[in-house]
């Protein structure tokens, strides 16, 4: 089989044209093709397919081999990948788990993605609560590089208020330029270098009950990010884009 491994700062995946439709991966295999020891080594896997009224439909699958919500950074590797594929240029609509998102290519090959609207967020004492495609729980600190973001991540990750499916879980530092981010990510069970719907989900709750146009600049371990969005209201936000690198690591055959 052959695969292509693009990464978006840092969060990398398995990418596979499957417009034939004739790829078929159990949860085993695709575990064991994102295995970093054993396999290719990914934080998710993603199989390029047909779509009729579109220009192609993203199927992302965690590292665990489960099937997913939506990943921002996948999205725009899988952008990236369709235009190395010559199916777009400097547009594309394309289908996913949470409906149908459309982007735009830079010719400095940044890849901005809509991203569906967020219909509440949930403000909390402790926490901020929404969904970006992804279900994501902001955890404000004064000192990202100080967090302990693999055992309290995976704390809050398992918890009983976010059962049976779980959450995602940020922890967030307001800086004088923006954000600096750094998730857990279910599926994956560990620390990822950036999170694209976590990232955005960060971005809108920093804005807590203020309503406007933002654009937000965020700093994850594996590079630079951008969030623009408008709130109507407090706890709602529309037209809400992330903007990125997605790069071409290497393809290969497996």
């Known amino acids: 089989m052959t695969f292509y491994k693009y990464h978006g700062t840092g969060n990398d995946f398995i990418l596979i044209d499957d417009r ?39 199927v992302y699958y965690n590292s665990d081999g489960r099937e997913s919500s939506m990943c921002g950074n996948g999205g725009r590797c899988l952008v ?9 240029t400097t547009h594309a609509s394309f289908i996913a788990t949470d409906g149908p998102h459309t982007a735009t290519i830079a010719p400095d090959g940044l890849i901005s993605l809509h991203m569906k609207d967020v219909a509440e967020v949930q403000i909390n004492k402790e926490y901020t609560f929404l969904d970006t495609g ?5 955890l404000w600190v004064e000192d990202t590089q100080a967090a302990d973001v693999f055992n309290e991540g995976k704390r809050i990750r398992y918890s009983d208020t976010f059962k049976p499916g779980g959450t995602n879980v940020n922890f967030v530092q307001q800086t004088k330029t923006g954000l600096n981010v750094r998730t857990y990510e279910r599926g994956v069970e560990d620390e990822t270098l950036s ?13 807590c009950t203020a309503t406007g146009t933002f654009k937000t600049n965020i700093t994850t371990p594996g590079g630079q990010l951008e969030v623009s969005f408008t709130k109507n209201t407090p706890t709602s936000a529309i037209d809400v884009v992330l903007t990125g690198p997605a790069v071409f690591v290497f393809k290969g055959e497996i």
């Not at 695709?30 to 220009?55: N, P, S, T």
């Not at 990236?80 to 777009?88: R, T």
């Not at 992804?134 to 902001?138: E, Q």
């Open 20 to 58: 034939a439709n004739e790829v078929e991966l159990t949860t085993e295999q695709i575990a064991a093709l994102c295995h970093r020891r054993f396999g290719i080594g990914a934080d998710g896997l993603m199989l390029l397919r047909h779509a009729d009224g579109y220009d192609f439909r993203m």
């Open 195 to 207: 999170c694209g719907t976590g990232v955005t989900a960060a971005a809108i709750a920093a804005t």
């Open 80 to 88: 990236a990948f369709a235009h190395s594929l010559g199916l777009v």
């Open 134 to 138: 992804s279900p994501h729980y902001i």
